[in-house]
T-cell receptor, first 114, second 109 residues
Framework: EAGVTQFPSHSVIEKGQTVTLRCDPI?????LYWYRRVMGKEIKFLLHFVKESKQDESGMPNNRFLAERTGGTYSTLKVQPAELEDSGVYFC????????????FGPGTRLTVL | RKEVEQDPGPFNVPEGATVAFNCTYSNSASQSFFWYRQDCRKEPKLLMSVYSSGNEDGRFTAQLNRASQYISLLIRDSKLSDSATYLCVVNQGYSTLTFGKGTMLLVSP
């Protein structure tokens, strides 16, 4: 079974530009999560989709971040306009089928805002 | 107080050594617990879930103490390939994961 994939693997943009990150979850998995790690900090939750609905977006930093999951398949996370503090690694994850809600992560997108 | 706290290390150990990592969490309502492993510039990978009774997977043993809000990971007979950052992760019941900053392990020949 293919794992979670993310695109692009790296993105370097200038402050004020827009970037869209994509996550393709494991086929058939309803739960999709976005997390972020900024330098020197722990990985932090951004939001949770169940199919196409936002179940919890309490971790989104501000309204410059917009996540979508049209049709309940792949998801995008757009940052507009990007700021320097948005630099970090953005991970997408699927939940497994276990009772403990184990989550499996994609390789991440490393975003650098200059 | 941070939600999940870990000693950042690094822990430098020789091959074959036994090493233990500890983690404390602040939310007593936390429901499930995990150890993830993260290699440099890679994604976190699930190492093991931590069950109330404690559990073992080969050279790895995880323990949970709910009363003290404490989780541990023991690695026996360390291998060079065990070098990584070990992340203590807690699910507080809302399905989202809360991560510690990780403990770095360096195993040397």
């Amino acid at each position: 079974e293919a794992g979670v994939t993310q695109f692009p693997s790296h993105s370097v943009i200038e402050k004020g530009q827009t970037v869209t990150l994509r996550c393709d979850p494991i086929s058939g998995h309803d739960n999709l999560y976005w997390y972020r790690r900024v330098m020197g900090k722990e990985i932090k939750f951004l939001l949770h989709f169940v199919k196409e609905s936002k179940q919890d977006e309490s971790g989104m930093p501000n309204n410059r971040f917009l996540a979508e999951r049209t049709g309940g398949t792949y998801s995008t996370l757009k940052v507009q306009p990007a700021e320097l503090e948005d630099s970090g690694v953005y991970f997408c994850a699927n939940a497994g089928s276990g009772r403990y809600n184990e989550q499996f992560f994609g390789p991440g997108t490393r975003l650098t805002v200059l | 107080r941070k939600e999940v706290e870990q000693d950042p290390g690094p822990f430098n150990v020789p091959e074959g050594a036994t090493v233990a990592f500890n983690c404390t969490y602040s939310n007593s309502a936390s429901q499930s617990f995990f150890w993830y492993r993260q290699d440099c510039r890679k994604e976190p990978k699930l190492l093991m879930s931590v069950y109330s009774s404690g559990n073992e997977d080969g050279r790895f043993t995880a323990q949970l103490n709910r009363a003290s809000q404490y989780i541990s990971l023991l690695i026996r007979d360390s291998k060079l390939s065990d070098s990584a950052t070990y992340l203590c992760v807690v699910n507080q019941g809302y399905s989202t994961l809360t991560f510690g900053k990780g403990t770095m392990l360096l195993v040397s020949p």
